[in-house]
């Protein structure tokens, strides 16, 4: 089985085939979570595992569990995925890379009758990139039990649809409780979203962790007043609050240098009107960090920083944190199992901690859990420019097929 590989065109076929379902307008994808086209990805991926044997099981937060069958059904699965939910200007491979290798493993041990002892799975997870709801990663969230279902249910957009009323309409509620289903062990490929296994030369990331990462939301409220006839010392502009705390976000990672990350990605400002002072400004902080105490500190200088620029000029400020993931360490016989597959394939490898959150952060919890990254041009995600080679994605689901078969059939 060791010479067993994957069929590297049809895997980027199916990618390209997936790419055309929520194309974005520079080349990359718009298929938000629980949209029209993530139906249509989801109905498509679905069908796909059909015609190649698999069952078909969907939980009540939509998460979907292709099967093929192992000689002994008793076994839990040895199961990947990952998600084909898209940031709004996201890219062909983020996500939607592991759910296809996944599908191409399954292809491949079919050509080849292998037979497992355990089952093997694919699954889709739903909401993965906290892009349309918040908070990310939701759905593996509740099944690995961080998050109950009423809250997964309850998560709604900037139009108030719920997550639940959306998978009703889109006729992905299934009947499952999320967490009812056993996974033996779980392998998430994914590519790397970051620049260094391209500036290392190295074809294969072997995830040992992933960083963790706080999201808060803020709405800083001053009030709203003329712009021509309201002098500068009787101002309460909750824009020129929000610009410098902006500032002093970005500053609290060159503080925490070299590993900190801090991002303000969403920021509404009402009324929005161009001769009307801001009385209030909505805006997202995301702040990451592998180390937990720094995070924690992270945190306090965001919270400080916050009433030092806002209380002295009378701006209310609400500061909440809305969702917390703490840096995870991913089981050290999944990852030997893909440092093992990368090796006997002969590629390029190096250990990585991941800077992005994925499903499989939660699914470590309650599944020995590994990740499998492949570099991807530049380092550049959530873009559509976003672009890896035939050759390295088929290496990485070369690595997952290996890493899988040792443990569906120990
Ligand atoms: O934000 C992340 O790390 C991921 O894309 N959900
Ligand atoms: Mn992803
Ligand atoms: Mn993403
Ligand atoms: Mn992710």
Redesign the pocket.
């Known amino acids: 089985m060791k010479n067993l590989t994957v069929n590297q065109d049809r895997l980027w076929d199916s990618l390209m085939e997936m790419a055309k379902i929520g194309p974005g307008i520079a080349g990359g994808n718009c298929r938000l979570a629980l949209s029209d086209f993530d139906r249509e990805g989801r109905d498509l991926f679905v069908r796909w595992c059909q015609e190649a044997g698999c069952s078909i099981t969907v939980d009540k937060m939509g998460n979907i569990f292709a099967r093929r069958p192992g000689t002994d059904p008793s076994m839990a699965p040895v199961t990947t995925g990952s998600h084909l939910d898209t940031?709004p200007t996201g890219g062909k491979f983020?996500g939607v890379f592991g759910v296809l290798a996944g599908l191409e493993v399954i292809r491949t041990l079919n050509d080849h009758g292998v037979e497992t002892t355990a089952p093997v799975e694919v699954s889709v997870w739903t909401n993965?990139?906290?892009s349309r709801f918040a908070p990310?990663?939701v759905a593996s969230g509740v099944f690995a039990g961080v998050f109950d279902l009423d809250y997964g249910h309850s998560r709604a957009d900037i139009d108030g649809k719920t997550i639940g009323d959306e998978l009703e309409r889109i006729g992905y509620k299934g009947d499952e409780t999320p967490g009812e289903h056993p996974i033996r062990a779980f392998f998430e490929a994914h590519i790397e979203q970051g620049p260094i296994l391209e500036a290392e030369e190295k074809t294969i990331g072997v995830v040992t962790g992933a960083q963790g990462?706080r999201w808060f939301e803020a709405t800083l409220t001053g009030s709203e007043s003329h712009a021509g006839t309201t002098p500068m010392n009787r101002r309460k502009d909750a824009l020129v609050a929000a610009s410098k705390l902006v500032t002093a976000i970005n500053e609290i990672a060159l503080a925490n240098a070299p590993h900190a990350v801090t991002t303000v990605g969403m920021m509404q400002v009402s009324p929005n009107s161009r001769n009307t002072i801001p009385g209030s400004v909505f805006m997202t902080i995301?702040l990451r960090h592998p180390d937990d105490a720094t995070l924690s500190r992270m945190e306090e200088e965001l919270r400080s920083a916050c009433a030092g620029i806002c209380d002295p000029v009378g701006i209310a400020a609400e500061l909440e944190n809305i969702w917390y993931s703490p840096p995870i360490s991913f089981d050290p016989d999944c990852v030997s199992a893909v440092k093992n597959a990368a090796g006997t394939a002969g590629y390029g490898n190096m250990d990585i901690i991941s800077g992005?959150?994925?499903d499989a952060c939660y699914i470590s919890r309650v599944a020995p859990t590994a990740m499998i990254f492949v570099p991807c041009e530049d380092g550049v995600s959530?873009n559509e420019a976003e672009s890896a080679t035939p050759q390295d994605l088929a290496a990485g689901c070369n690595v997952l097929l290996h890493a899988m078969l040792e443990r569906a059939s120990a």
Request: proline share 0%; no cysteine.
């Open positions: 940031q983020d993965e990139e906290g990310a990663m990462q995301d992005a959150g994925h959530h």
